[in-house]
Every structure is written in structure tokens, then in C-alpha cells.
């Protein structure tokens, strides 16, 4: 079942994107842990999202096709100049997620990951009981956040700004009920190396978070 936000009845679904032109162009962002101060298990974890270009707009979908037991509860957009108005597009069953999310920022990465957290284009928050209503893993649950491009930005401008060398725009994740109750933050710039250092402990001194 897809549920649809009021006010997009007239859009057409492709999967579980929005999206009417067949040719849509649509790119995998991968997400990686950056936080870890509870030296959780992060074996299984495959966190995601999928961009789509819409014309005058980019959809971001967000999966969890993860095998561990997890759960996708807050997702943190930097502010990005290319950008406006985002909102929650469609959601999967299963998801209910609301504008604003808690904490209203994002743990701070480190300097591997872009450094200082630059302040937040949107944010957005599962509803209460957050592990019912988070995109929960196994890959069945999603959830699409819409923004409108401004001025002359393209599709092309935002994958840039997300994948670059130096990334100018980033996207970052909270991640509840790890195996023994843990959480982690996720982030869509992967450090030097970070696929050998996903497993160490993260940032030394952030508060424990269950």
C-alpha cells in the first residue's frame, strides 16, 4: 500500500517514486555510519536513498534494506541553496513520519565527513512510537521527501553537490533499535577508508542514545 500526501492526488507513481516521465533520471546515494559512540554491531546495515529527478523538482527516497534489526527515525537535509520547500511526498505502509525532527540537529560529524553540521533546509521525524512508525529494515518500508529546484539548479547540480570529491550538500540519518537497543548517525559522505573503519567506535564524548 502507498500512501500519498494530500495535494498530489494528480502525480503518477512509478514504483514507489513519483515520477510521470518514463526516462526519469534516478541515482543510489548510499549512507554511512559516522557515529557510533556505543561501538554497536553495524553488521547488516544497508542504509540508502534513491534520487529522482521530477523536472522542477527532486524526490528523495530513503530505504532501509538492512538485515540487522534497525530503524530509520530522522533524516537531517543541510541547508543547500539549490533547493526549496521541502515535504514528505509518499510514504510506505508501515511509515508515518511528520515535518521537524528531534533532535533539531543532527549529531556533529567529524572532519572526515565535511566537518560542522551547516544548519538544516528540513528535517523530518517519525511519529510516536518511532520504531512502529520509522522505515524499519528489510527493505519494504520507504519514504519520499520532495524539494523544488531554484533558479536555473538541475538534477545534475544537486548529485554534484551530494557526490563530489568535497561535498557541498549532505544528508544525514538517525538510527534506532540496533541490536542490544543502540543507535548510530548516518550521513551521506563517506569518509577516507570508511568501509574499514565502519565498525570502530565513533565520535568520543557524545551522550549514549538508547
Keep these: 500500500m502507498i500512501r500519498v500526501k494530500p495535494g498530489v492526488a494528480g502525480l503518477c507513481l512509478a514504483g514507489v517514486l513519483s515520477a510521470c516521465a518514463g526516462s526519469a533520471i534516478a541515482d543510489r546515494i548510499d549512507l554511512f555510519v559516522y557515529e557510533n559512540a556505543d561501538n554497536a554491531d553495524l553488521s547488516g546495515l544497508d542504509l540508502w536513498a ?78 510516536p512510537p518511532p520504531a512502529h512508525n520509522g522505515i524499519n529494515h528489510g527493505g519494504t518500508e520507504w519514504l519520499t521527501i520532495r524539494f523544488d529546484y531554484v533558479g536555473g539548479t538541475t538534477y545534475g547540480d544537486v548529485k554534484s553537490a551530494l557526490t563530489a570529491s568535497d561535498p557541498t550538500w549532505r544528508i544525514a540519518q538517525h538510527v534506532q533499535g540496533l541490536p542490544g537497543g543502540f543507535s548510530v548517525w548516518s550521513i551521506s559522505v563517506p569518509a577516507p577508508g570508511s568501509l574499514a573503519l565502519v565498525g570502530l567506535a565513533g565520535l568520543a564524548g557524545l551522550r549514549r542514545r538508547r
Design 50 to 127: 534513491k534520487l529522482t529527478d521530477g523536472g522542477t523538482f527532486i524526490d528523495i527516497t530513503f530505504y532501509n534494506d538492512s538485515t540487522a534489526s534497525s530503524v530509520v527515525t530522522s533524516i537531517y537535509f543541510e541547508k543547500f541553496a539549490g533547493l526549496k520547500d521541502g515535504r514528505i511526498e509518499a510514504e510506505s505502509a508501515g511509515v508515518n513520519f511528520s515535518d521537524g525532527a528531534t533532535p533539531p540537529n543532527p549529531a556533529q560529524p567529524g572532519l572526515n565527513y565535511g566537518g560542522s553540521w551547516g544548519g538544516n533546509l528540513y528535517s523530518t521525524d517519525a511519529n
